[in-house]
């Protein structure tokens, strides 16, 4: 039977602590105004419904509990579902048969406290000799430390990358999630960018610390580098993605249950005071499917290495998933892609992924012409994709920068900008991402010739959004530019879905084989240009 989980207020998650045996009793049924409802024990004796009332900032709750009159319970919110350290509504009926119930909060030990603040409010009951149903409230945010808080306030800045660690319900067996779409915040929908969810490759004896907050990305916990395996992403103006129906993502079982929320939040207009419980909905059935689903991302690193310069009706960036990759990570079989997502921020125009095969160019696996930053739709594809290993894959993203007079640098801004794609394919692998970026080596090279023969005032111990920026751009240094990112050795990823690499080389070759005699040069108008790219390739090929 399928079973919906609901990804809500930054995966907090619901838990139920019986304190009591439960006996058996009829079910009753729930009300429909409630949009979100989910069971919380696996007996499904516990029935809760909730809702969202924006205007007045508080959460509504009804609760169809199957227990006798002498029977009471506790339904709590923490950060990993534990009874420790929680927030919890309790309830009992006395000897008049008269409802109670209390706002309480549990120790490091689970010890349970009266709060001194009661922030729960009963709005109805009803009882029988087996069940009873009843409806409470409770604000948002309590301002009471002892209240687990139900939201995020969007900092006010222009870019923020919000991170929530949690736990998916506990599952005995594994189970596949079939269905995944966005839950924004109403009102929010220009505020989110997008979302994804990381499955944390927990092992025996690790911990993944409890995180909740803004921070770059150098800046979490290093413990939560194992959370690098996707199992939702969505991005604005994408709707839901129906998984075919040979696939379905695992979870469940032995898999781990950590997981890692991520948020980027776009404030251009850095409003203040913005309140946020977005996420993402899963649709799970206990039925699998016959394979195992998984994500990868292709496509350029996320690095300041590399820029588009400024007035370009055209420039593109290409991210290379070399075959030496897929060679050695993928099945003999090979995966089938079933649905992409194409991605760049605010200057993309065109997105294609070629796919290359013993040198040979076969259809593309995915591509838009008229692409839009503000409709990033999972596409799913006409027919799956058949990836071998040996096969590579080539997403170049064209942008236009025509309105901009500064460099647009690679990075996580939506002023900067990115290249990437998220495969969705099947069977599931232990390849996570395929991206390359420039090597550094030669960008370095680069940049000091630029800085002798132009006179710019190029310092690389600033950093590369510095150089970039610092480059006096003319016609021929954008042309130049183009044509280095065209010949440069590649520095590779091809990473497992823990973080670690696999044993490739970390600097690939020539991915084209563009020579320095390239015939295609003799049709470039610009001798000026032509005539300098043979000097650099000569140059950069003695490397």
């Known amino acids: 039977m399928l079973r919906r989980l609901k990804t809500w207020l930054h995966y907090c998650q619901v838990l139920l602590v019986l304190l009591i045996v439960l006996k058996a009793a009829p079910k009753v049924t729930g009300r429909q105004h409630y949009k979100y409802n989910a069971y919380l024990d696996s007996q499904r004796r516990f029935h809760l419904w909730w809702d969202v009332d924006y205007k007045r900032n ?137 979302i994804e969810v990381f499955l944390c490759e927990w092992k025996h004896g690790m911990k993944i610390p409890y995180f909740n907050g803004p921070s770059l990305v150098g800046e979490k916990p290093k413990e939560l580098s194992v959370c690098r395996h996707v199992i939702g992403a ?3 103006g994408a709707s839901a993605l129906h998984l075919p129906a040979e696939a379905g993502c695992a979870i469940g079982g032995n898999i781990s249950r950590n997981i890692l929320l991520e948020v980027h939040y776009n404030n251009p207009e850095i409003k203040h005071g913005v309140k946020d419980t977005s996420g993402i909905r899963f649709y799970v059935t206990p039925t699998r499917r016959k ?49 992409s997502q194409l991605h ?20 593309p696996v995915n591509y838009d012409d008229h692409y839009s930053p503000h409709f990033q739709i999972i596409k799913l594809l006409p027919r799956p994709v058949h990836i071998l290993p040996g096969d590579s894959m080539v997403i170049e993203c064209e942008y236009n920068t025509e309105k901009r007079s500064n460099a647009t640098i690679g990075g996580f801004a939506i002023t900067d900008e990115m290249c990437v794609s998220y495969l969705h394919y099947y069977p599931n692998t232990n390849l996570e991402v395929c991206k390359s970026s420039i090597e550094t080596k030669t960008l370095n090279k680069w940049f000091e010739f630029i800085r002798r023969w132009d006179v710019d005032k190029i310092d690389l111990s600033k950093g590369y959004r510095n150089s970039y920026n610092s480059v006096r751009w003319t016609p021929l240094t954008s042309h130049l530019l183009n044509k280095l990112y065209e010949i440069s050795p590649l520095s590779m990823q091809c990473n497992q879905s823990d973080g670690r690499r696999f044993p490739v080389s970390t600097i690939s070759s020539y991915i084209k084989e563009i020579t320095c005699e390239d015939g295609r040069l003799d049709k470039d108008p610009d001798k000026i240009a032509r005539d300098t790219y043979i000097y650099l390739c000569y140059r950069f090929k003695s490397l």
């Open 234 to 236: 969505w991005a604005m």
């Open 344 to 363: 760049t921020h605010l200057t993309g125009k065109k997105v294609t992924i070629r796919h290359i095969r013993n040198g040979t160019e076969l259809p």
């Open 291 to 339: 394979y195992d689903s998984g994500v990868m991302e292709i496509g350029l690193e996320y690095t300041n290495k590399m820029a588009i310069p400024p007035h370009q009706n055209s420039f593109i960036l290409a991210g290379d998933c070399i075959s030496e990759c897929t060679e050695l990570a993928l099945p003999d079989g090979g995966i089938y892609i079933f649905a």
């Open 58 to 194: 508080v959460v509504n709750f009804r609760l169809l509990a199957v227990v006798t009159l002498d029977e009471w319970f506790g339904v709590g919110y923490s950060a990993y579902g534990n009874s420790s350290n929680a927030d919890f509504f309790v309830h009992w009926v006395d000897e008049n048969y008269v409802q109670h119930c209390k706002d309480a909060w549990t120790d490091s030990k689970g010890i349970l406290h009266i709060d001194n603040q009661q922030d729960y409010k009963i709005l109805s009951g009803q009882l029988n000799k087996h069940a009873l149903v009843i409806e409470y409230q409770r604000p948002f945010d309590t301002c009471d430390n002892y209240d687990f808080p139900f939201d995020v306030t969007i900092p006010a800045k222009e870019t923020t990358y919000w991170w929530y660690t949690t736990k998916l319900p506990a599952l005995p067996e594994r189970q596949h999630i079939i269905q995944f779409e966005s839950a924004i915040t109403k009102g929010n929908e220009n505020f989110v960018h997008h």
